[in-house]
């Protein structure tokens, strides 16, 4: 099954050279119109006083760049960026996946001590779309 539209769905914590690398092998095997996707939280990019900061607001150009340092030079101006803002991540790509034909979402391996108490959010991501989803181990730094 050729698929027309791929997401690339990226949380930028880490290293998502694998992500990229396998959104755009596929997106050239199949002649695929490549979305890449970041859910900005709501306070993104705001000062905090919580201990838990919502992090930087991620831009067009930050998700561009990430291509280009992944060594996707030629691929980064054709991509279509997506920064959709929810505090839910899961419902966030449910809605854009109504687009696409399958998601590619990176994965790192969780501690053993978290994985017996949350699920990951990989894991809830795949329980709300609707498309088949392609899930990519991360490299190894933190993130």
Do not use: W
Request: glycine share 6%; aromatic share 4%.
């Amino acid at each position: 099954m050729p698929y027309k539209t791929v997401i690339a769905a990226l949380s930028m914590k880490g290293d998502e050279t694998r992500v990229i690398d396998e959104a755009v092998r596929l997106a050239n095997s199949f002649g695929s119109h490549l979305i890449v996707a970041h859910v900005n939280d709501p306070h993104a990019g705001s000062p905090s006083m919580m201990m838990d900061s919502p992090g930087l607001k991620i831009t067009e150009e930050d998700i561009r760049n990430l291509f280009r340092e992944a060594g996707h030079e030629e691929f980064a101006p054709r991509i279509e960026v997506q920064l959709p803002v929810s505090e839910s991540i899961p419902k966030a790509l449910k809605s854009l996946c109504e687009r696409g034909d399958l998601l590619i979402l990176g994965h790192r391996r969780m501690t053993t001590f978290r994985e017996h108490f949350m699920d990951s959010i990989d894991e809830g991501i795949v329980n709300h779309v609707s498309c088949p989803v392609l899930i990519v181990q991360k490299g190894d730094k933190k993130g």
